[in-house]
């Protein structure tokens, strides 16, 4: 009997160690699982066909990060990041790419970089936003070698050195970067990090150029037409913008534009000329738009002029916005209205245009769309004339 009982109580134990066991080896998938399932209750929500497609990537992003896996922890903080498929949540995005990072994910330690920079979901941070764009270098990430380049740029968390923003660039142009290609050429060109070195500058922009790159062709067209770094030659000039306005860039579209307009290259040609303007300003060029309004101006077209203009200075232009404020206060494609005239004189004043400046300074001292004030007419006038306007000084010495 007592052997019976004893061999029982042998088991039960047994039985216990095992359960206990499976329950240990359960516990860190268990921890992960948790997070999981209370991220899941936070998207139990009704959803609209659209929003489910959304819905289901962020369930199966959160199934993967309960196997541990690091791509699924990323995901998941990017739908947060995103708002996608789950309510925004930049602190929750950060918590997901930190546990990425730590798995090894380059991209995550590229977005907390970001986030400790801009103050995404945490506190901003400008050593940890290096520390975590360092991380992603030794990983050897062209992306992380630009960023880290520009915080040596901008000083961020380490101190301004040009050259060391050089080196990162040429290390980023060495593994076949684009964008590093295109800097390194600039820095050369200009002599950024030492003294020009114009062959070495079109050396980098031909590797881009050649490897397709839309900036690397505009910056060789540029060399080309002129000569810089190599012999002026408009032929080869007009070739590179054509080939990267073919790509459907609006900047080179705008600048192909330039070479009928001129005859850079080409035959001289103001109908191809504005076809390419209109062109580019339709995929949002701000200077085409700005051209575009100026060759309404000169057919006399002022309602056309007046809606580039007006789309121009949407795009922060200051000189479009002190154009539109002209047009209001002329009555050129609208109606005259004073007061709108002096708002927009006002934008343009706030983005740094002398002249718009000195249109302020004018309607202040005739009372045009605001206030009769002689003070601030002053006031203007001398920040106007500070920044070159000769007109301006003039009108400053004659009420002084």
């Not at 896996?69 to 990017?78: I, L, P, Q, R, S």
């Not at 301004?160 to 980023?172: E, G, K, P, Q, V």
Request: hydrophobic residues 35%; glycine residues 8%; proline residues 1%.
């Amino acid at each position: 009997m007592k052997r019976k009982l004893l061999i029982c109580l042998t088991a039960t134990a047994c039985g216990l160690v095992i359960i206990f066991s499976m329950k240990a080896a359960e516990t860190v998938k268990s921890a992960e699982a948790a997070t999981v399932k209370t991220e899941k209750k936070k998207v139990a929500k009704p959803v609209t066909k659209i929003d489910q497609k959304k819905l289901e990537k962020f369930q199966q992003s959160l199934k993967a990060a309960a196997d541990g896996k690091a791509w699924g922890m990323f995901n998941v903080g990017e739908c947060y990041f995103a708002g996608y498929g789950v309510d925004k949540n930049l602190s929750k995005a950060v918590e997901w790419y930190k546990k990425a990072a730590e798995k090894g994910h380059v991209i995550a330690m590229i977005n907390l970089g970001e986030c400790y920079k801009a103050g995404d979901g945490v506190k901003k941070d400008p050593k940890k936003t290096v520390e975590w764009f360092y991380k992603a270098v030794q990983k050897d990430n062209n992306s992380a070698m630009i960023k880290l380049a520009e915080c040596y740029v901008e000083g961020i968390g380490v101190e301004r050195n040009t050259l060391d923003a050089m080196t990162w660039y040429r290390n980023a142009a060495k593994n076949g970067n684009l964008k590093g290609m295109n800097i390194l050429g600039r820095y050369y060109e200009y002599g950024t990090a030492g003294k020009p070195n114009l062959s070495k500058a079109v050396g980098w922009y031909y590797r881009a150029a050649k490897k397709e790159d839309v900036q690397g062709m505009i910056n060789m067209a540029r060399c080309y037409q002129y000569g810089i770094g190599v012999r002026k030659n408009h032929s080869k000039a007009f070739k590179f913008y054509r080939k990267a306005a073919g790509k459907g860039d609006s900047e080179a579209i705008y600048l192909l534009g330039k070479c009928y307009e001129k005859g850079v290259g080409t035959r001289q040609s103001d109908s191809q000329a504005a076809d390419l303007y209109l062109k580019s300003a339709e995929k949002g060029n701000m200077l085409a738009m700005l051209k575009l309004a100026e060759l309404c101006w000169d057919d006399i077209d002022y309602a056309e002029g007046l809606k580039w203009y007006m789309k121009a200075a949407e795009k922060g232009s200051a000189a479009a916005m002190n154009k539109v404020g002209e047009c209001y206060q002329k009555g050129l494609g609208t109606k005259r209205n004073l007061t709108d005239a002096f708002k927009w004189f006002l934008k343009g004043s706030e983005h740094d245009n002398a002249t718009a400046m000195f249109n302020v300074a004018n309607c202040y001292q005739y009372g045009k769309g605001t206030k009769k004030d002689e003070k601030m007419a002053v006031k203007w006038y001398r920040k106007s004339a500070a920044k070159g306007n000769s007109e301006a000084k003039q009108t400053l010495e004659s009420m002084e």
